[in-house]
């Protein structure tokens, strides 16, 4: 079975400050990996996500992830915090199913909290 | 905006009662996934379907069902409410059932069973 983990349910940082949300995946095959986000009251949405074209994946907003195999890793991060980052993340991993093949879900982590302080 | 419609935004019943909440996804999707997101239990899958067939279930309980429409919009029925039903449910829709594709998630329906 396929989970994800992510290390700290909130992470506290200073504007202009690098922020850095650690996610663990456990999976048998190579998987497809995704970093969402949800700001109060709202939907998640999508920030980026790895398919095995390119370990380090650029996405929205000026974040990037990068997918490490040896240490079963995809670790967001953002070089400097602006205030409208504050929300929760989401990590989560495409459910293959029962024989390997993909069902479409996703499996997420727990969530982190980002604060940005000023 | 995500494209993807949920209806109502807020709902508030009581225990034993029955709800039915509405998703409309994106155009052009075919597929349609029901999270529920609570404070314990995070954000579970619950149910999918494609092109108006059942293709994955989740953690679903029994007094739950879906069902998806011609017209591809999604309905999710919750029976014998019990307190503990109370989350943000979310709908999601994405062209296929690949798990490369992007799920586009609605604003989410917050169910309060008093």
């Known amino acids: 079975a396929q989970s994800v983990t992510q290390l700290g349910s909130h992470v506290s940082v200073s504007e202009g400050a690098l922020v850095l949300l650690r996610c663990n995946y456990s999976s048998s095959v190579p998987p497809y990996l995704f970093w969402y986000v949800q700001y109060p009251n709202q939907g998640l949405q999508l920030l980026l996500k790895y398919t095995s074209a390119a370990t380090l994946v650029k996405g929205i907003n000026g974040f990037e992830a990068e997918f490490k195999k040896s240490e079963t890793s995809f670790h967001l991060t953002k070089p400097s915090a602006h205030m409208s980052d504050a929300a929760e993340y989401f990590c989560?991993?495409?459910?293959?199913?029962?024989?390997?093949?993909?069902?479409?879900?996703?499996?997420f982590g727990k969530g982190t909290k980002l604060s940005v302080k000023p | 905006d995500s494209g993807v419609t949920q209806t109502p935004k807020h709902l508030i019943t009581a225990t034993g009662q029955r709800v039915t909440l509405r998703c409309s996804p994106r155009s052009g999707d075919l597929s349609v996934y029901w999270y529920q997101q609570s404070l314990d239990q995070g954000l579970q899958f619950l149910i999918q379907?494609?092109?108006?067939?059942?293709?994955a279930k989740g953690n679903i309980l029994e007094r739950f069902s879906a069902q998806q429409f011609p017209d591809l919009h999604s309905e999710l029925n919750l029976s014998s409410l019990e307190l503990g039903d109370s989350a943000l449910y979310f709908c999601?829709?994405?062209?296929?059932?690949?798990?490369?594709?992007?799920?586009?998630f609605g604003p989410g329906t917050r169910l309060l069973v008093l």
């Open positions: 379907y494609y092109n108006g067939e059942e293709r």
């Open positions: 999601a829709s994405s062209f296929g059932t690949s798990g490369i594709e992007t799920q586009y």
């Open positions: 989560a991993v495409s459910d293959l199913g029962n024989y390997g093949g993909s069902q479409g879900n996703l499996i």
